[in-house]
């Protein structure tokens, strides 16, 4: 790298830091202070109660503080990353950048202390001493053999989990590794001959889980700087490198290296050579750790062993080995059933679910976030990437379990599932809201036809649709391309094996297909020849046809063109069948809950009859969330109090509701303001019908619900369900061109839900 690069990499690295607000952390607020009322509760007198319960239980600081979600990142600086002994001070910004990584991918809060303090029993002495603040403590940058001390006393003394990441997240990262890597080579850990070169924390604790794990301890060898440990050895020797001692004499890496099965390294560059390779067994596993620059440069390494199992400690090579992988999730699960300690069930859970998971098919949200990476279990993919969100639902469940399965858990947790559902709605928006309308669908099996089964997500879609629901995908498209692309992405799903092809450029019911198009359209200028033309090339109006002529029960299709483009073929057919498009209905899931929005693409001016329609239509779907609609109808007017364009047409939808009895809550015309803040509508309308926020908006033009739509996704973080296609007895969905694959996977859902169901 050029030192122009370097310059601007270190100013990047500086400006990330400085700007806008120094630092990475602030502290925000989790209650209410805006009046005297929220001052006396949050302070005295009202928080002597809070206090006052924890004396007389000390259990329910957990209900009435912050600690049971809280961990203490604690360091001395005295082994920092590469930097080394850097002290206290200057290791402040990796201990923000550890906290947050907790926040991130665990919503664990954490707290980062810094200590000038280098005598380990002094240092394990303040530790302990924070027991009352944390839920738990994450050890981190302690040099060896200090390490071992403070986390021995810590652990002895305190009655919550004690941690020290650089040892124990390390060796659970490298146990998943080389899990899976010996499963590719045929290998099993009772048999394999363990190389090590590194006597730090990270390397011993790394020895530890592969004993843990089945290897022997007569197969290990572990070198440092002085050669072999073997017994008899006095120079550079610590308790923990002796438990490895060979009974063998002073010996070299190259001397014992041959016929290993895995070499471990954890010390320096250019320890490892090309000749040494040479000399391992068959298929050999290199996991060559040390940063930033590796024992062994991977590719010398696999020139040398074409079939090597190669793992680094680089993000820029295959198989990082990534502590982040690990300690989000296993204090996730602890403090979850309040474990007071993190022991060897706990580690070897979270190794067996690490590991799991990357012999999964890649959730869609890692291969968006990794672009361009095969990312199929393998030789180059023996652990999954850091940002699969599945890691927390599979980590910290199964460390939970492990935890109440080895009796450490004080509040064990009854029903782990509902416990699963719930760590995985943390991470997937859509899921806690989703779930009714998913065991709906449920209650039958019905083919689902995607018209663009070319694209990328929808192959993810129509994966995760036959592992996770009872429905069918069909998808249109060329046979070929389907297949290379589902193999690109890793997936195993194929055409005509796992799912049914369509394809437009030959398919035996072209015949029949053109003909019923053009049955229903030669009375609007479509002739034979337009009818053929438009099924070779339009899987928009093919999928219509495939619903009309009930070889599917519902068509998802928008992933590329306009909305009403797709629209226009989609009632073209399925009007004869007696649907009718009513309104575009998106649910928007939110911090504070779902907000529903109407119309956001059909009607650009709807008539009062359709704003009547659209409420009516939006009832029904809202209820299929297990949510009770109550409905704003959104206008420039407030009550009466504005004779303009859209005031008129509410006010007048108003009175069409209003005419019959009506099964939900609705209330118009008003303000967006006064629709989502009861005490605002209060004060200018104290006899509303509507109690409470509405939770969904109805607008009086496509404009206006469309644009509130994308400022919510752009500039609220709402994430999009939908959209919802009203009025089309869930045979058709039209979704946008920013769809992700899981909200083709929820659509799926909408649309496999029974007509019966459906309502």
């Given at each position: 790298?050029?030192?122009?690069?370097?310059?601007?990499?270190?100013?990047?690295a500086?400006?990330?830091?400085?700007?806008p607000?120094?630092?990475?952390?602030?502290?925000?607020?989790?209650?209410?202070l805006?009046n005297?009322?929220?001052?006396?509760?949050?302070?005295?007198?009202?928080?002597?109660?809070?206090?006052?319960?924890?004396?007389?239980?000390?259990?329910t600081?957990?209900?009435?503080?912050?600690?049971?979600?809280?961990?203490?990142?604690?360091?001395?600086?005295?082994?920092?990353?590469?930097?080394?002994?850097?002290?206290?001070?200057?290791?402040?910004?990796?201990?923000?950048?550890k906290?947050?990584?907790?926040?991130?991918?665990?919503?664990?809060?954490?707290?980062?202390?810094?200590?000038?303090?280098?005598?380990?029993?002094?240092l394990?002495?303040?530790?302990?001493?924070l027991?009352?603040?944390f839920?738990?403590?994450?050890?981190?940058?302690?040099?060896?053999p200090?390490?071992f001390?403070?986390?021995?006393?810590?652990?002895?003394?305190?009655?919550?989990?004690?941690?020290?990441?650089?040892?124990?997240g390390?060796?659970?990262?490298v146990?998943?590794?080389?899990?899976?890597?010996?499963?590719?080579?045929?290998?099993?850990?009772?048999?394999?001959?363990?190389?090590?070169?590194?006597?730090?924390?990270?390397?011993i604790?790394c020895?530890?889980?592969?004993?843990?794990?089945?290897?022997?301890?007569?197969?290990?060898?572990?070198?440092?700087?002085?050669?072999?440990?073997?017994?008899?050895r006095?120079?550079?020797?610590?308790?923990?490198?002796?438990?490895?001692?060979?009974?063998?004499?002073?010996?070299?890496?190259?001397?014992?290296?041959?016929?290993?099965d895995?070499?471990?390294?954890l010390?320096?560059?250019?320890?490892?050579?090309?000749?040494m390779?040479?000399?391992?067994?068959?298929?050999p596993?290199i996991?060559?750790?040390?940063?930033?620059?590796?024992?062994?440069?991977?590719?010398?390494?696999?020139?040398t062993?074409?079939?090597?199992?190669?793992?680094?400690?680089?993000?820029?090579?295959?198989?990082?080995?990534?502590?982040?992988l690990?300690?989000?999730?296993i204090?996730?699960?602890?403090l979850?059933?309040?474990?007071?300690?993190?022991?060897?069930?706990?580690?070897?859970?979270?190794?067996?679910?690490?590991?799991?998971?990357?012999?999964k098919?890649?959730?869609?949200?890692?291969?968006?976030?990794?672009q361009?990476?095969?990312?199929?279990?393998?030789?180059?993919?023996?652990?999954?990437?850091?940002?699969?969100?599945?890691?927390?639902?599979?980590v910290?469940?199964?460390?939970?379990?492990?935890?109440?399965?080895?009796?450490?858990?004080?509040?064990?947790?009854a029903?782990?599932?509902?416990?699963k559902?719930?760590l995985?709605?943390?991470?997937?928006?859509?899921?806690?809201?989703?779930?009714?309308?998913?065991?709906?669908?449920?209650?039958?099996?019905?083919?689902?036809?995607?018209?663009?089964?070319?694209?990328?997500?929808?192959l993810r879609?129509?994966?995760?649709?036959?592992e996770?629901?009872?429905?069918t995908?069909?998808l249109?498209?060329?046979?070929?391309?389907i297949?290379?692309?589902?193999?690109?992405?890793?997936?195993?799903?194929?055409?005509?094996?796992?799912?049914?092809?369509?394809?437009?450029?030959?398919?035996?019911?072209?015949?029949?297909?053109?003909?019923t198009?053009?049955?229903?359209?030669?009375?609007?200028?479509?002739?034979?020849d337009?009818?053929?033309?438009?099924?070779?090339?339009?899987?928009?109006?093919?999928?219509?046809?495939?619903?009309?002529r009930?070889?599917?029960?519902?068509?998802?299709?928008?992933?590329?063109?306009?909305?009403?483009?797709?629209?226009?073929?989609?009632t073209q057919?399925?009007?004869?069948?007696?649907?009718?498009?009513?309104g575009?209905?998106?649910?928007?899931?939110?911090?504070?809950?779902?907000?529903?929005?109407?119309?956001?693409?059909?009607?650009?001016?709807?008539t009062?009859?359709?704003?009547?329609?659209?409420?009516?239509g939006a009832?029904?779907?809202?209820?299929?969330f297990?949510?009770?609609?109550?409905?704003?109808?959104?206008?420039?007017?407030?009550?009466?109090?504005?004779?303009?364009?859209?005031?008129?047409?509410?006010r007048?939808?108003?009175?069409?509701?209003?005419?019959?009895?009506?099964?939900?809550?609705?209330?118009?015309?008003?303000?967006?303001?006064?629709?989502?803040?009861?005490?605002?509508?209060?004060?200018?309308?104290?006899?509303?019908?509507?109690?409470?926020?509405?939770?969904?908006?109805?607008?009086?033009n496509?404009?206006?619900?469309s644009?509130?739509?994308n400022?919510?996704?752009?500039?609220?973080?709402?994430?999009?369900?939908?959209?919802?296609?009203?009025?089309?007895?869930?045979?058709?969905?039209?979704?946008?061109?920013?769809?992700?694959?899981?909200?083709?996977?929820?659509?799926?859902?909408?649309?496999?839900?029974?007509?019966?169901?459906?309502?």
């Amino acid at each position: 790298m050029s030192d122009d690069k370097k310059s601007q990499l270190r100013e990047a690295a500086l400006d990330y830091h400085r700007h806008p607000k120094p630092g990475k952390l602030e502290i925000r607020a989790t209650k209410p202070l805006a009046n005297a009322r929220d001052l006396a509760r949050a302070y005295s007198p009202g928080v002597a109660e809070a206090c006052l319960e924890i004396k007389a239980d000390p259990v329910t600081a957990r209900d009435y503080t912050a600690r049971g979600n809280l961990v203490a990142v604690v360091t001395n600086g005295t082994a920092v990353l590469g930097l080394g002994n850097i002290g206290a001070l200057a290791s402040k910004p990796v201990m923000e950048g550890k906290a947050v990584l907790f926040k991130k991918f665990a919503d664990i809060d954490c707290f980062d202390i810094e200590l000038n303090e280098a005598d380990p029993e002094k240092l394990a002495e303040i530790v302990c001493a924070l027991e009352p603040t944390f839920g738990a403590i994450n050890l981190e940058d302690i040099k060896a053999p200090d390490c071992f001390v403070v986390e021995r006393i810590c652990r002895e003394r305190m009655n919550i989990p004690v941690f020290h990441d650089d040892q124990h997240g390390t060796a659970i990262v490298v146990g998943a590794a080389a899990t899976n890597a010996l499963r590719v080579a045929g290998k099993a850990f009772a048999d394999i001959k363990v190389v090590s070169t590194g006597g730090g924390a990270a390397g011993i604790a790394c020895l530890d889980m592969l004993l843990k794990l089945g290897v022997k301890r007569e197969n290990v060898f572990l070198c440092d700087l002085e050669g072999l440990v073997h017994e008899g050895r006095e120079k550079d020797m610590t308790e923990q490198k002796a438990a490895y001692a060979q009974p063998c004499g002073a010996r070299k890496l190259s001397d014992v290296i041959e016929g290993a099965d895995l070499f471990l390294g954890l010390s320096g560059p250019g320890v490892l050579t090309t000749d040494m390779v040479a000399r391992m067994a068959a298929d050999p596993i290199i996991f060559a750790l040390a940063n930033p620059n590796p024992e062994i440069d991977p590719e010398e390494a696999r020139a040398t062993a074409p079939t090597a199992l190669i793992a680094t400690g680089r993000s820029d090579f295959p198989n990082q080995v990534n502590n982040v992988l690990c300690f989000p999730f296993i204090f996730r699960g602890a403090l979850d059933v309040g474990a007071t300690t993190i022991n060897d069930a706990m580690k070897i859970a979270c190794v067996e679910g690490i590991a799991e998971l990357a012999r999964k098919t890649t959730s869609a949200e890692a291969a968006a976030a990794y672009q361009g990476e095969q990312m199929t279990f393998g030789p180059d993919y023996l652990i999954p990437k850091p940002f699969d969100p599945r890691l927390m639902g599979v980590v910290a469940s199964a460390v939970a379990q492990a935890a109440m399965e080895s009796g450490v858990a004080e509040r064990p947790i009854a029903d782990m599932a509902a416990y699963k559902r719930k760590l995985d709605a943390s991470v997937f928006k859509s899921s806690f809201i989703m779930r009714p309308v998913f065991e709906a669908a449920a209650t039958a099996q019905r083919r689902i036809v995607f018209t663009e089964g070319e694209d990328e997500r929808v192959l993810r879609a129509a994966n995760a649709m036959l592992e996770e629901t009872t429905d069918t995908p069909i998808l249109i498209g060329r046979p070929e391309v389907i297949a290379l692309r589902a193999e690109r992405a890793g997936l195993a799903i194929r055409p005509d094996r796992d799912f049914e092809i369509v394809s437009p450029d030959n398919d035996p019911r072209y015949r029949d297909y053109w003909q019923t198009y053009h049955s229903i359209m030669e009375r609007r200028g479509v002739t034979p020849d337009i009818a053929k033309a438009i099924m070779r090339t339009n899987t928009t109006a093919i999928g219509a046809v495939m619903v009309h002529r009930d070889e599917a029960d519902s068509m998802i299709c928008g992933t590329f063109g306009q909305y009403l483009w797709h629209l226009d073929y989609i009632t073209q057919v399925l009007a004869t069948d007696g649907c009718h498009a009513v309104g575009a209905l998106s649910l928007m899931i939110l911090e504070d809950g779902p907000l529903f929005v109407a119309d956001t693409h059909v009607n650009p001016q709807p008539t009062p009859e359709q704003i009547a329609a659209t409420c009516i239509g939006a009832a029904r779907h809202v209820k299929r969330f297990g949510v009770e609609p109550k409905i704003a109808l959104c206008s420039h007017s407030q009550l009466g109090n504005f004779d303009c364009d859209t005031g008129v047409r509410m006010r007048a939808a108003l009175e069409i509701l209003d005419s019959q009895p009506r099964d939900f809550c609705y209330e118009g015309e008003m303000h967006a303001d006064a629709a989502l803040d009861e005490d605002v509508r209060h004060r200018i309308f104290p006899n509303s019908r509507m109690s409470g926020a509405a939770n969904v908006l109805v607008f009086a033009n496509t404009d206006a619900a469309s644009g509130v739509r994308n400022i919510l996704k752009m500039k609220a973080g709402g994430l999009e369900v939908g959209p919802i296609l009203m009025g089309m007895g869930n045979k058709a969905h039209i979704v946008t061109s920013s769809i992700t694959a899981r909200g083709l996977l929820n659509m799926s859902a909408i649309a496999g839900t029974p007509v019966a169901v459906y309502g």
